[in-house]
């Protein structure tokens, strides 16, 4: 078993119409929901192996909020350009790419490739993963390469930060992949 959680960037700055996309950072709703969704992970008990962001920098300070509230070390996270506005079947070839002693990756990218991917892989049956929502991904393959013909896992955890109710204590460590 493979887990995979698919986070979309928290809430972006428009604030300057000239700056280019690549460089819109996160807005003040974003500073606050980026650590939020981190800690709600932590509840459930991620641990994930590798983290992948988009070096965009809004999805990149998610995801340095993301693993400072995992307790994840910051210098083991990779960024990958390929990331940036990624298509879902480019997501599915970068994870497929990725060393298997990595069990559980979390990806952080943008709409609407991470939404169609999301789909694509799980029974999530998500109409649009809003910014800073994510879902957390089982998948019955024993290789990174394998996604590329699996058949589609389960989701275990959908949640994003306007959501009322936190995930279940430890609900992560009880479902799917062992860590």
């Not at 460089?23 to 939020?36: F, T, Y």
């Not at 509230?69 to 960024?79: I, K, V």
């Not at 019955?140 to 389960?154: C, D, F, N, P, V």
Request: proline letters at 6%; charged letters at 25%.
């Amino acid at each position: 078993m493979k887990r995979v959680t698919l986070l979309r960037h928290a809430k972006s700055s428009w604030a300057d119409p000239g700056q280019a996309d690549f460089e819109r950072p996160l807005n003040r709703r974003g500073e606050r929901d980026a650590p939020e969704m981190g800690r709600r992970l932590k509840l459930a008990g991620a641990r994930p192996s590798l983290i992948l962001s988009s070096p965009a920098a809004r999805a990149l300070a998610t995801a340095r909020q993301v693993a400072d509230a995992l307790g994840y070390p910051r210098e083991f996270l990779q960024t990958d350009e390929a990331l940036y506005l990624a298509s879902s079947g480019r997501l599915r070839e970068i994870l497929s790419l990725q060393d298997d002693r990595y069990r559980d990756v979390l990806i952080v990218g943008h709409n609407p490739g991470i939404t169609a991917f999301a789909n694509e892989i799980s029974d999530a049956g998500v109409d649009n993963l809003a910014t800073g929502a994510l879902v957390v991904v089982d998948l019955k393959i024993a290789t990174w390469q394998a996604l590329m013909h699996a058949e589609r896992g389960s989701c275990v955890l959908h949640d994003y930060p306007k959501h009322t109710d936190p995930p279940a204590p430890g609900l992560l460590q009880r479902v799917g992949v062992a860590n």
